[in-house]
């Protein structure tokens, strides 16, 4: 690529401040792993999504949008292209009929189990619209707020946690395909399935979604979520880097424990590391690679297949 050209391009349609050139993306990843990416865009705009895709694509400069890095392992050689991120402009919510006046100034609930819909935008941190539904007394959301990614990331993988998903509460969703075109889908027609979506199979870009929430007690919200909390850091590694669990639950097993049986808990290659605590987590403790981690993760699926015949897939997306 010629850089100085596309660095003058895209600085173009997004703004200086919004691009980086040779930007680490160990510091854009929970696993804080991952050489450099050619340029590093934060998106604030519908219209510089749309202008970069047909200039990226007249160009042929690959992309590829990224939510807040928590289910990504980047490899050491980076990522020749354009990483695009959506900024601060594509995070936030709001209430699609009229928010319901004793629940949004008291924070309490007169009518429980009336229907609220949000709209959120994609790049909203799950934690932090979490939060707010909570002080809106609005349940159905907690299973999702100690994720720590974006709504974006949870649409596309159909996040879940604790007996719940995305897909339990998503109404519609707006998305981008790769040519720019914008159009919404329903719950049905995103197709959702066990950490997949229409959007990951055909690679549209999750811009907002509406969800439906219900009506509940602050106390209640709060007391779920700090309960969810809990749990985490208790089952958890949380003090270590990680990009949470590594492979797919396969059908009729849990990841975790076959890696447990097989005797690999704290197994490790260079600065990767089976973590002790959740087999089904790798952690980096320290100077890990995306080597260390690709070796480590095929040497667990070598050993659970020899040992149960069970085949472990990668819940884990690489990049570059
Ligand atoms: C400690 C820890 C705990 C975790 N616990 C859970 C859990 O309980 N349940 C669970 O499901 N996951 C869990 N995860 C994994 C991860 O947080 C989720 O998969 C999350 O939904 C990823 O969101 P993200 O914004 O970080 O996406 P990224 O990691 O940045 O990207 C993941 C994929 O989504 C795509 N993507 C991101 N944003 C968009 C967008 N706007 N449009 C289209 N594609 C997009 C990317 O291209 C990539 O393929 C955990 C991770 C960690 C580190």
Redesign the pocket.
């Given at each position: 690529m010629e850089q100085n050209k596309e660095m003058d391009r895209l600085a173009e349609i997004f703004g200086k401040e919004n691009v980086l050139k040779d930007e680490p993306m160990s510091r854009h990843t929970?696993f804080r792993i991952g050489g450099a990416a050619d340029f590093f865009v934060k998106v604030q705009t519908i219209s510089q999504l749309q202008e970069a895709m047909r200039y990226l694509k007249k160009e042929q400069i690959p992309f590829?949008?990224?939510?807040?890095?928590?289910?990504?392992l980047v490899r050491d050689e980076g990522v020749r292209g354009v990483v695009l991120q959506?900024g601060e402009r594509f995070s936030g919510y709001e209430f699609l009929h009229e928010t319901p006046g004793s629940v949004a100034q008291s924070g309490t609930a007169v009518d429980k189990n009336q229907i609220v819909m949000v709209r959120a935008k994609?790049g909203s941190l799950l934690g932090r619209l979490g939060k707010e539904f909570a002080e809106y007394s609005l349940s159905g959301f907690e299973f999702a707020s100690g994720?720590?990614?974006?709504l974006?990331?949870?649409v596309?993988?159909n996040?879940?946690?604790y007996g719940g998903e995305i897909k339990d509460i998503l109404v519609r969703a707006t998305l981008m395909d790769m040519d720019g075109s914008l159009f919404e889908f329903t719950n049905q027609q995103m197709q959702f399935g066990y950490?997949k979506s229409i959007?990951a199979e055909k690679n549209?870009?999750?811009l907002e979604a509406d969800l439906a929430l219900h009506v509940s007690s602050k106390e209640e919200v709060l007391a779920k979520m700090a309960e969810l909390s809990a749990q985490r850091r208790l089952k958890?590694p949380?003090e270590y880097p990680?990009?949470?669990?590594t492979f797919k639950r396969p059908e009729g097993y849990f990841a975790g424990k076959l890696i447990s049986d097989a005797g690999l808990k704290g197994f490790s290659v260079g600065g990767a590391q089976v973590s002790e605590k959740h087999a089904g987590f790798v952690i980096n403790t320290g100077n890990a690679t995306a080597a260390d981690v690709i070796a480590l993760t095929d040497a667990v699926r070598d050993k659970v297949f020899e040992k149960y015949g069970v085949k472990l897939e990668l819940e884990i997306?690489q990049l570059g």
């Open positions: 929970t590829y949008i990224v939510g807040n890095g928590s289910n990504l959506l994609a994720i720590p990614g974006t974006g990331g949870a596309y993988m996040a879940g946690a950490r959007a549209y870009i999750v958890q949380l990680s990009a949470g669990s997306k």
